[in-house]
């Protein structure tokens, strides 16, 4: 888990600063279909949906802003029946800090706050165990938020990220699409 963490990390700084947005834009609306499972979510207007980018299932992003924008992946896990609807992610907290401080070490980075643990129900189906923080690279701070979501017993890593200085204000917008998010069992589970 450790290294799936920073290696999505990294991903998500990558997507954030580089990635050229021409790919083929994926169905915003209704079911996307990611294999492992389908998954549903109200993407803002003027957002777009992208599949199989940079090994990543599902990537949304926010429309361009002084260059840069927010992005959000979504990636079913291959576990199966998981069952932690009723346990307590708190006790991973320590974990993803030293990972997170880890990951910003080898970048030369600062953290400058990370937002303590929250268990989140978006519906009855979906339960959210959610970590974040915020951090300094190379003068410009990011805010991050990485959430495992339960939804009808699948297992998805959800990742929000951008960068504070021009997408604060998403936040609200990010948090309203993610509260959407709908699944349903996949062709290949």
Sequence with gaps: ?????????????????????????????????????????????KWKTFEKVMGFPLLVTSPMKNGTRVTVSITPSDIKNFGFKDSDFSKNENNYKEDALRWLGTRHGEAKEFYPYKKEEWSKSTIAHVFGWRYDLGGIIFVEKSMYVLCKKQLFHIKAMYKEKWNKKDAPTINEMLKSFKCEPGANI
């Design 1 to 45: 888990m450790k290294k799936t963490n920073r290696g999505h990390l990294y991903l998500c700084a990558m997507i954030i600063i580089i990635i050229p947005l021409s790919h083929v834009f994926a169905n915003s609306s209704g079911w996307i279909d990611l294999g492992r499972a389908k998954v549903s979510l109200e993407v803002p207007k």
